[in-house]
């Protein structure tokens, strides 16, 4: 099971809003680390979405946002369009596990 | 432009061994941590190790801890992972990647992956 939860899959129509949610425990999120976001296409490697709980990397739209509190973070895409149809996995570190840790991904669906 | 080109993947035997291979360019290698990541088919992202910037530092998820080594060659600008006592369970696709390092520990650069099946 993996130690960060998100929801199996979240769907929306264009140009609506959708927000994944990554829940963590005392452990890891809510000890302070750092969340980052990733997006993956079909058939592809894994993209960096945001970096560092809120910060968009060059090149990323600002339809997509990231933010943290306490023991969870959200990635919401605003104007949702059809080429948002990915996979998107929430990352951070676990002082348990000594060990970075992945959520379970959320499949996001454009109606 | 940042490169990672992972290498090595193929079909093994259960309890066989393969060594993997990241292939590093367009970056200062030697001054970033790497990853590798792998993914079961039709499942998530799974971390596997880490290595720091000078190769004194790796971790391991817990459950790959004894059979999986990682080590890094600074001046040829690759990475490897060893695995052994390979389990079908192992079948994934393997990704190496950057750390990015500076402003997070986001890993801002990934290769293509390289298909590793552990099948009797």
């Known amino acids: 099971q993996p130690v960060l939860t998100q929801p199996p899959s979240v769907s929306g129509a264009p140009r609506q809003t959708v927000t994944i949610s990554c829940t963590g425990t005392s452990s890891n999120i809510g000890a302070g680390f750092d969340v980052h976001w990733y997006q993956q296409l079909p058939g592809t490697a894994p993209k960096l979405l945001i970096f560092?709980?809120?910060n968009r990397p060059s090149g990323v739209p600002d339809r997509f946002s990231g933010s943290k509190s306490g023991t969870s973070a959200s990635l919401a895409i605003t104007g949702l369009q059809a080429e948002d149809e990915a996979d998107y996995y929430c990352q951070s570190y676990d002082n348990s596990l000594s060990a970075s840790v992945f959520g379970g991904g959320t499949k996001v669906t454009v109606l | 432009e940042v490169q990672l080109v992972e290498s090595g993947g193929g079909l093994v035997k259960p309890g066989g061994s393969l060594r993997l291979s990241c292939a590093a360019s367009?970056?200062?290698?030697?001054?970033?941590?790497m990853h590798w990541v792998r993914q079961a088919p039709g499942k998530g992202l799974e971390w596997v190790a880490s290595i720091s910037s000078g190769g004194s530092y790796i971790n391991y998820a817990d459950s790959l801890k004894g059979r999986f080594t990682v080590a890094r060659d600074n001046v040829k600008n690759s990475m490897s992972l060893e695995m052994n006592s390979l389990r079908v369970e192992d079948t994934a696709v393997y990704y190496c990647?950057?750390?990015?390092?500076?402003?997070?520990?986001?890993?801002?650069?990934w290769g293509q992956g390289t298909l590793v099946t552990v099948s009797s």
């Open positions: 990647a950057r750390e990015e390092g500076v402003r997070s520990t986001s890993l801002d650069s």
């Open positions: 367009g970056f200062s290698f030697r001054r970033h941590n």
């Open positions: 560092a709980n809120t």
